[in-house]
């Protein structure tokens, strides 16, 4: 069953634009609109994360000059859990703060308990919102499956030669 796609108040992010530091471009974070799903996926499938569940109403995104550079998604599982996921930020726009902008917009829309399943390495980056690692028996039935999914994908990389990425659920509240 897919997850229940989540409303979003445009309104309430389309305020968030703000300039950057030191930077001419501005960086407007605002919900994801259908036009943007190509661009979602785009982003999404060229850094071999997970490709199941990409409607654009579940994303926030970020755009520079009209285009998509950056987007993160709030997956509402079957079991009423929810999940951080898909971030990413287009590689010509990383190291000035857009990733840390969409998952504080996100985690402001959404108050109570939001797990991550992460790349271990990446684990230390979720630490400022509070999100701290938690073993698979202790996460929602929907995110141990999506965990399980990625472990089998990563078995799929060895088998291909590719190093695959050691994952780990991180929960917050
Ligand atoms: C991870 C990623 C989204 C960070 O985007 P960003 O806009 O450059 O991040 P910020 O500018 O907010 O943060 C800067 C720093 O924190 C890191 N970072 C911040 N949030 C992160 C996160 N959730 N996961 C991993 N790294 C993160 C960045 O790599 C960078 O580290 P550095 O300064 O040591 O190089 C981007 O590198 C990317 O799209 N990577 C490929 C996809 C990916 O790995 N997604 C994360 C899946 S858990």
């Known amino acids: 069953m897919l997850p229940t796609l ?52 579940n994303f926030i995104v970020a755009v520079v000059g009209g285009a ?19 971030l990413v930020v287009h590689r010509e726009h990383r190291r000035r ?5 969409l998952i504080t917009v996100l985690l402001n829309l959404h108050a109570g308990q939001v797990h991550v399943i992460t790349h271990r390495k990446n684990a230390v980056h979720y630490r400022r919102w509070s999100f701290r690692p938690i073993a698979l028996g202790l996460a929602a039935h929907a995110v141990q499956r999506n965990y399980c ?22 929960r917050r509240g």
Do not use: C
């Open 68 to 86: 998509v550079v950056g987007a993160v998604q709030m997956r509402q599982h079957d079991d009423d859990s929810l999940e951080l996921g898909s």
């Open 149 to 170: 999914l990625g472990q089998l994908a990563a078995l799929i990389s060895l088998v291909r030669g590719r190093w695959p990425r050691r994952l780990m659920i991180l």
């Open 6 to 57: 989540l409303p979003y108040r445009s309104a309430e992010i389309h305020s968030l634009k703000t300039p950057h530091s030191g930077d001419a471009a501005f960086v407007l974070i605002r919900a994801a609109v259908a036009l943007d799903q190509a661009a979602i996926t785009r982003l999404v499938q060229g850094e071999r994360l997970n490709p199941n569940g990409l409607a654009w109403q």
């Open 97 to 101: 703060g857009i990733a840390g902008r």
